[in-house]
T-cell receptor, first 115, second 115 residues
């Protein structure tokens, strides 16, 4: 049972246009959400995050939107650049036993930005 | 400062064998988490160690085990390898237990192929 779902395995966008990557979750205990970017042969790198007390967080060209009632978040990249081509993972965190937290990842979306 | 180092980068093993993967976290980081990445499954959480103690464990069979040493280096062991264990194994380090913000850094991973 996947608690974090990225239903689009791939997305192609023209350079300069907006890229929108979507993520849905089922666990209402998730209270912190992150996006990671992964290039081939490299480990994932943190991109942007959002706490459940917010509905939007912006960092340069990257904006994450959170809709708690729909259990949905999205990552917007504007404008998209060829260097943004990578696999994007959505991740969610919930408080678990003790003081530890655990990240649950989606299956990833391959973004290709066409020049 | 050096990043997260995983060794070896690539490994080919035969079914039934066992394998040990190594992860050296960033200096000063005491928490190490392990993930398995397979096509279409995203990153599946294996376990997390902090101060030589396993604090969290994902939903994997007992063939998957790990440990952490006093210098925070961590090893992951998989016994009686199966074809389905072929995957990219990623290690992430952070300063404290759990991963909830930008403090998690991933290594490049070990690509394990079971034949």
């Amino acid at each position: 049972d996947q608690q974090v779902k990225q239903n689009s395995p791939s997305l192609s966008v023209q350079e300069g246009r907006i890229s929108i990557l979507n993520c849905d979750y089922t666990n209402s205990m998730f209270d912190y959400f992150l996006w990671y970017k992964k290039y081939p042969a490299e480990g994932p790198t943190f991109l942007i995050s959002i706490s459940s007390i917010k509905d939007k967080n912006e960092d340069g060209r990257f904006t994450v939107f959170l809709n708690k009632s729909a259990k949905h978040l999205s990552l917007h990249i504007v404008p998209s650049q060829p260097g943004d081509s990578a696999v994007y993972f959505c991740a969610a965190s919930a408080y678990s036993s003790g003081s530890a937290r655990q990240l649950t990842f989606g299956s990833g979306t391959q973004l290709t930005v066409l020049p | 400062k050096a990043g997260v180092t995983q060794t070896p980068r690539y490994l080919i093993k035969t079914r039934g064998q066992q394998v040990t993967l190594s992860c050296s976290p960033i200096s000063g980081h005491r928490s190490v988490s392990w993930y398995q990445q397979t096509p279409g499954q995203g990153l599946q959480f294996l376990f997390e160690y902090f101060s030589e103690t396993q604090r969290n464990k994902g939903n994997f069979p007992g063939r998957f085990s790990g440990r952490q040493f006093s210098n925070s280096r961590s090893e992951m062991n998989v016994s009686t390898l199966e074809l389905g264990d072929s995957a990219l194994y990623l290690c992430a380090s952070s300063t404290g237990p759990g991963i909830m913000n930008t403090e998690a850094f991933f290594g490049q991973g070990t690509r394990l192929t079971v034949v």
